[in-house]
């Protein structure tokens, strides 16, 4: 590695996601192992802003790579779109003495800051830290897993009560504007539908024809998975069983999603991927 870099930043940005805490800890240890000061950047760009920023060392990432959330605490700062802020922030990189900076973060805000601010001079790499899987250019997000497993779970425990009542159950997940919770944890629970933003659009009288049709052949319980994004789940339970006459329940399972120990796959590609950006920063990338 070069030795040009002296200090990193590193920070969490948008909604947390299971193992960006075991992101950190990769960042901090690779950083530490090749001789780099490493300085935490705490509730993201807008800690920056405010000089939120704290030592790191081995200790200060001890026994987090099973924990959810973040450490670093994690925001969302609009005023960063403002390139005077993205100048600020580089200034406020260099008074640090801040080489360079590791973000973990979702979808294209926190990496579209990313960008400001290596055009601001300060190199910035990217760790994908979500639980939609929604950035462009990578196949895994970390985060991604653990939260279909804690879906997943949940469509189970719902299936079993769903069923014995013989009723409908539209279950929402999350993802706003991404659609692969959903189609994840509906393919894995065996879910009778799945609805999402990319190709939903609107049309419940279809649904409801089906499930006309399948009580017909004696098919009681069924179980709908519905992306956040699709729209207002009660409204569309109360439609269903009106039209059906199946009694028709409602569930938003929420930010219980994004908690929770991160699983074996998150913890491994958080770690790989702390390592590698902080590989990236000392070549300059
Ligand atoms: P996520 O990273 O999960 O997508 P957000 O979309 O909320 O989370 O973005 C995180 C932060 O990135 C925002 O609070 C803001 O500081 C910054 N941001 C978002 N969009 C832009 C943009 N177009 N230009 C500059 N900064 C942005
Ligand atoms: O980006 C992750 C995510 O959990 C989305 O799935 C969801 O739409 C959004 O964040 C919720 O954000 P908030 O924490 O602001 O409610």
Redo the contacts with the bound molecule.
Sequence with gaps: MSNAVKTIGVLT???DAPGMNAAIRAVVRTGISNGLNVKGIRR???GLLEEDIIDMNNLSVSDIIQTGGTILYT???????KKEY?QKAAEICRKHGIDGIVVI?????????AS?LSEQGINTIGVPG?I?LDIACTEYTIGFDTAINTAMEAIDKLRDTSESHERCSVVEVMGRTAGHIALWTGIASGAEYILTTEKYHGDIQRIISKIQDRRKLGKKNRIIVNAEGVGNSAEMAKIIEVATGVETRATILGHIQRGGNPTCKDRVFASAMGTMAVELLCEGK
Aim: charged letters at 25%; hydrophobic letters at 25%.
């Design positions: 940005s948008g909604g993201g760009y807008a925001a969302r700062c609009l005023e960063f779109k993205q973060g979702g979808d294209d805000g926190s990496f579209n800051v400001r979500t939609d």
